[in-house]
């Protein structure tokens, strides 16, 4: 079984997972009209450029008043994803099986500091889960996939710290761990068809709406607005 | 039941189709919208053609926005309507356009009717796509683009307010929004300029200059109902010694087809406009102090009139942009000590401030007729809304929505303490005017216009000779 | 009786110098691969009982143990037998490093004879 998940199971993931967000992107730029959305993409580009960039700096980084409002909630988001996408990918036992298996490997992160992200994630992830049960402001936008998308996210991260300190939890080390692989597998097959699509099409989105107001919003006046 | 065969001999109100004809327009105005808004209640949705319009323009800009929506609710507290309804959740822009545009497109335009009378309250009462929601959502989605989508899918299917239907109307008829033919403006100018001729002699309104620098257009509400605005927008460019001229066709900039969603109406409307900017072989455009016209005709009407380069004929400039420079160069001097000397506080249109990235002109204008000139909080492009944009200060069905909508304005202006508003905004002039009739709060507004001549110094050769 | 007494004598010396050499043996036996190279570690050190796969697999000595000499593996029980004197922390030549050269010396092997763990906390375990 181990095999199996760790093995083929996982090229198949990794290759739905990739070449589900290139065909996101692909789809997604091709989608775009320049006279249906109202924005001369491709006759100013560079303008387009210019914005799209002001767009992702002011939100890939907190520097956007969305963040000055909500602060509390703005932090635990940056450091919610900041830490999803940097443990796994950077996760010492993560690299291991990649080079292992591919002969190719990166920097990785000291164990210590890969669990406490783990933990910061889960601990993220309650607080959304608590907002979106408590708060009638996100209780009337919550559907049911909203549960199901956190915690397709939030799983491979609870299974991934049972596995790493061995915890017995009713079904043993190599139980847990297996599960943990197949938490890992079924978010990456739902990236490119769920919500998390938005781990493409956040850039989409942002660069898109950077483009309309650095083309045709201000963007060619005044001193340009960052959103 | 006499009422019921009364109706039935009469031709229908609500229709699919633009309305294109006086005869039909009379109709629709004698109404007042009782009518009209009856016959809304069991007007059915053609489904199969709402269907084929998602598919052939609902693409994966709006597509990717209603998928990717993190129903996270920051865009809560960014919306004037969620703030002045009490943070009623029911007011955020998400959960607005989620449970409108959102659906029709999950159900692929199976919708009924109250379906569609629901997306229309919601499109032009709860929402004057200010855009501002947009600027706060960390996923970039632009709620307000997507409620003028929704109004443009609502005008094809009939589920259009009453006066938004007439106001397209009157564009497709009057290429204005209102019932001002050609001849009228041009009787208006002649008649403005000979009415002030005598305080400043050589004034005149060219009439269809050709090779004029600044072809100048304005608001059909102006000749129709503040004639004396165009005078003074004539007084100011003599002054200020501009070479300028009005286009008879095309003299009008404004398009209540953009609140109303009727899209070919826009492209004619600003073809018009682009038009005259071609015959008169100007080398620049400049609108009067109205917001819209300017996202209209500058903005968004390159895109309708499909050019690709995205701008009109000929550099387009709102009224603001034309004054600063005018007093940056010098063509226009002010008289220091006629500066306004009570606080003022200065409204930001969405239009040309949040859409078109006028954030400092206005306020560098202010240094020049202010002494104590107040912000409002937020401002600039995070300025709220005036609370009567998007054609709302016009729509009688949605006027209690609106009132309660302008509280926000209202605490904004009543933070500075100034009694003094600046708005160079038709739609944020007539929206402070009513805020000041309902919750009277002892507050004054002006255009631009009169505070300039209050103030502009006439050099001596054009004063009126002594006699 | 008693020659019974000295065969009992005989069988209880013979069962105690079992236990003995018994005893001595499991001292030299490996256990785990504790080597000193690594200083930080991320997990603890693997388990390895050599004699399980010596005695009980049989599995060849020049199978784990190596030097390579023209394309042949030359080693014998006279060289070194600390894999961490040749394959340092760090890749050189063509000599993997310490943890690659483990990490596939053993689960090459048991995938391929499918037979001993493969998953990473079946040899790191944590002390409970």
Redesign the interface.
Known sequence: M??FVSGPLALISFAIFFIGIIARIVLYVKGLDWQLDRVAYSEKLGAGIKGAARSLFHWLLPLNRTTANHPIFMGVTYLFHICLVIAPIFL??HV?LI??SWNISWVTL??KVADYMTLAVIAAGIFFLIRRLVDPNVKILTTVSDYIVLAIALAPFITGYI????LELGAG??SW?IIHILCGEIMLIAIPFTKLSHFVLFFCSRIQLGMDYGIKRGGAKGRGIAW | MAQEAKNQDLPPLVTRKAVKTKKELDILLADKGIRYYEEMEVFPVDTAALKKTLDATCKSRLRTWLEICAHCSLCADSCFFYLANDNDPKQIPSYKIKSTLGELVKRKGNVDTQFMINCMDTAWGKCTCCNRCGMYCPHGIDMGVMFGYLRGLCFSQGFVPHEMKIGSCMHWLYNAQMDVTVEDYVETCEWMAEENEEYYPGLEIPVDKVGADIMYVVNAREPKHYPQDLAEAAILFHLAGESWTVPSKGWEGTSLAMFAGDWACCKQQVEGVYAAMERLKVKRYVGTECGHQHRATITEGPYWAGRKSGEPPVPGFHYVEWVLEALETGKLKLDPAKKIKEPVTLQDPCNYVRNHGLTDVTRKIMSYIAEDFREMSPNREHNFCCGGGGGMNGIGRYRKERNIGLKVKRDQILATEAKFVVSACHNCWDAIRDLEEVYKIGIKWSFLKPILLDMVIVPDHLKPKEE | MKKSKVALYIAIAGLSSLFIIGAVYAQDDIKSLKHDIFV?R??PAALFPHALHTDKAEIDCLKCHHIYKDGENVWDESEESDCTACHSLKADDKKLPA??AF??NC?ECH?KEDKGP?????CH??KK
């Open positions: 181990y095999e010492l036992a291991v080079e292992e000291p164990d596995a790493y300190h061995q080390y190599k761990l | 930080e991320e997990r943890m690659r990490h596939a689960k995938a493969l998953t990473c906390g079946e375990p944590r």
